[in-house]
């Protein structure tokens, strides 16, 4: 995603250093790799990198947050028209682990970032927050706190979807880690017991599945 201020040029050279970040990033931390490779890769001048981002912390940060905005569309794909808070935390796991599955490299990249979007403040959470209100207000689940719901629930579609790229799981395989990691996640928010069966049904979670922005190879 580019700046709305930026100059055609500059939004050209900020796009580039990002897709060389994404690139290079896939094997190693943003601390091994000079800021001559990432310019070197995306064919700028050095001087460009500056003016974008003030140092390589930034740069990782910026690029984690474009892979998050990418996971939240297929969070806001598989969770259209859906009003159940419940569900749509469901959902908000399943686009992870469908991302997962569909974008390897970009997951790598995520988990090995820095993303500053772990924050109960942060725009990016607006929608997970909303719909842990939505269940506290409904009686559906038990939080100590909004900060605590937020790290919770993205601390496990994290470690779900570097599961899925670590064992290099195939369409079945993570769906049942899904429903797995789904029933864990859903009991440690005291949801009814009622709600987590239907909610983690394999039927229920393969039909999610196919929602997703891209079709996902079943083998």
């Known amino acids: 995603m580019t ?3 930026l100059s055609p040029r500059a939004a ?8 060389a970040g994404m690139e290079l990033l896939v094997e190693r931390p943003v601390d ?31 690029i984690a947050k474009e892979i998050r905005l990418d996971v939240e569309t297929w969070v806001g794909q598989i969770n259209a028209d859906i009003p159940d808070p419940l569900e749509r935390l469901s959902g908000g796991m399943i686009a992870a682990a ?8 970009r997951t790598a990249v995520l988990a090995r970032s820095l993303n500053g979007t772990s924050l109960d403040s942060h725009p990016i959470n607006a929608g997970l927050l ?3 209100r939505g269940g506290l207000a409904a ?16 601390g496990a579609c994290q470690s779900l979807m570097g599961n899925i790229i670590e064992s290099a799981a195939n369409r079945p395989a993570a769906e049942q880690l899904l429903a797995n990691m789904l029933q864990l996640a859903l009991r440690g928010l005291s949801a009814p017991a009622s709600c987590i069966a239907k909610l983690t049904d394999q039927v229920a979670i393969q039909a999610r599945f196919a929602m997703a922005p891209h079709t996902i190879a079943n083998d």
């Open 3 to 5: 700046q709305p201020s």
């Open 12 to 19: 050209r050279t900020r796009s580039a250093l990002l897709s």
């Open 32 to 62: 091994a790799i000079a800021i001559d490779e990432f310019v070197a890769t995306a064919r700028v001048a050095k001087g460009s990198f500056f003016n974008h981002f003030a140092d390589k912390r930034q740069f990782a940060i910026a």
């Open 98 to 105: 469908a991302y997962a599955l569909a974008n390897p490299e």
């Open 130 to 132: 909303q719909d842990l």
């Open 139 to 154: 009686g559906l689940i038990e939080l100590p706190s909004e900060q605590a719901g937020i790290l919770y629930w993205l």
